[in-house]
């Protein structure tokens, strides 16, 4: 069912939902956004920003650290409690949402769960705000997702000016919903216009059509030497980056815990072994898995690409390198043909 | 393309074309508005795309220690690029007779999280005349005089023209406005310690542990860092109080003698982390101890680096 929030009404309904979950929202942090918990300080949201938050909300079901157990010198050990209290993020772009769904098939798939995700996805309902102004540097309509995609979403949100639209998409969006106004059709026909406009004003940012076949049959191509060159070989496009879940397992003895932190491709240390060798010893090698991994290993494992078009490295590159501009000019690399 | 730029590219050809460097490392276009990529000209051919403006915020004497020494390099240095670049020399980074500086009187580079704290994070175009900048967004158009958004490393500089550059092209400009920097460095030290932890904690907690910071410093070349250390591991591994906290202290801590205040640290930074606070006070803590000024030089070792049989302090000697 489709229902109306209007925008003044916005801080008494999370004040509701916040009775039954533990409410996260996009607030003011620093300079910047972040989900953060909402306390109910209204003024802090920040709904009409039309770019992301800074700081990806994967951390959300993936923290940066995370605890996965402690363990005392007469060799016992425990985990952490599971996450399983009701939570609720209200107001994250669909790029991000869908980012989840991605990252399912990671820590949620048929021969392994990941037992903290699990509890966090499954404990936690999610109310997508569409974007009405996508930006110059998003580009989720060419990596198969859109600015009102709904993969999971509980509820689709559409800002029509003077309120949101909301749609529920799930059961777990419709009890959400349940002491809200229905939408009227001239409300439901308000958003149509509104989703029409946004996805068709985004222009394609690269040719996604042969691009695996082009990465696959360049890969030992000077080409990854050309593109890393201003790469300063830092973390900020892969940690900002919402499909990103490389991790690191550390035992941090003092504390007499082990932790799991992100991990990055682009530092060499993630890739060097025990014995001192690197395989990928140069950031030539570790550009191309950022790129490799995104755009044909998850294509490989599970038939999508695993980048969801959000622009966050594109806008934080600190040497302003643009992932959409080394896809293009991957994507005119000579694929050569091999006759049978 | 401004009269500066045609010239410095005008000479970049020049160096290339006559065979007398290997690279020539510059700016070329930016993809998306507000950051101009580092770019390394190998032919002339390349040039097309060739830009200098405010907004480079790169210190280009990072790349000089991925060369080989053999390579001959070009390159554009402004004030605080030539201090770095002098510094390498003396960390015996490259040959100076391997590197050809190009040198711009420097008027300082725009701090891109000022312009989008003021305009937004969205921003479509921005256009750059003398002394003045103009940031366009979908729905708005912002003016700036060029001084309100210059880096606060670049607001304070003490030395915005190239000291030691082959080549200088363009007139000397003014010092900006050094006593900032002693004011800065007044300000954190006149604080109540508790004051300065709560300053220094509110900074490092918002720390992602990319090390932006550390890959886009020239100082930071190490083949190793001491945070990527496995045994021993020198701090914590997570994005605690304690991990944060350290990376920071030691990152500043190894920078003493080493800082240009290029600030190309803080304009690296993802989440917007003040950092020359601290290298600033190691800074004048140089310059007042031991009259040291980094960079001013290509040969003098920074005090702390310095070995000398009739050292002062007695352990030495």
Known sequence: MNYILSRNDIPKVLEMWSKTHQVFAPQKYSNFSAFLPYEGKAEQLCLEYPHNTRYPPKALFLPQSEELLSYTKDGQASEPALDAKPKLIFGIHACDTRAMTLLDTVFDAKDYQDPFWKARRESTAIITLGCDEPCSTCFCTTVEGGPFNRQGAD??????????????????????????????????????NVQEKATSDMPKAFDTEGLKTALDANFDSSYWEEVQRSCLGCGVCTFLCPTCFCFDIADEAARSKRYRNWDTCMFSVYSREASGHNPRPSRKERTRQRLMHKYSYWVDQIGKIGCTGCGRCVRYCPVGLDIRAMLREAGKLPVEVIHA | MTDLEMKLKAEAKRLLDEHLVDVFIGFRKENAPLHPQPAFFTNSDQLDDFVYNNLCQNNLAKFLTRYPHETKIGMIVRGCENRSVNHLIVERQHPRENIIMIGVPCTGIYDWRKITQRCGEEISDVELSPGKITVKT????????????????????????????????????????????????????????????????????????????????????????????????????????????TWHIIRAFHQTGRCVDCGACERACPMDIRMTYITEKLNTDMENEYQFICGMDDKTQPPFAAFTMDDKTRFVA
């Not at chain 1, 309120?163 to 919903?177: D, I, Q, R």
């Open chain 1, 155 to 192: 509820i689709i949100m559409t800002d029509i000016g003077e309120s949101f639209h909301l749609e529920a998409l799930t059961p777990k969006g419709e009890n959400l919903c349940k002491d809200l106004p229905y939408a009227s059709a001239a409300e439901d026909r308000k958003v149509s």
């Open chain 2, 138 to 245: 979908s729905k708005n158009q912002f003016e700036f005089e060029s001084k309100e958004l210059l880096h606060v490393s670049c607001a304070r500089c003490s030395q915005p023209n190239p000291i030691s550059a082959d080549l200088v092209i363009g007139e000397p400009v003014e010092p900006k406005d050094p006593a900032r920097a002693k004011r800065q460095v007044e300000t954190f030290g006149g604080m109540t310690a508790k004051a300065r932890y709560e300053w220094f904690t509110h900074e490092s907690e918002r720390c992602i542990r990319c090390y932006a910071c550390r890959e886009a410093c020239p100082m930071c070349y190490c083949a190793e860092c001491f945070v990527d250390h496995g045994a021993p591991r020198w701090t914590e591994s997570m994005v605690s109080k304690a991990g944060m906290q």
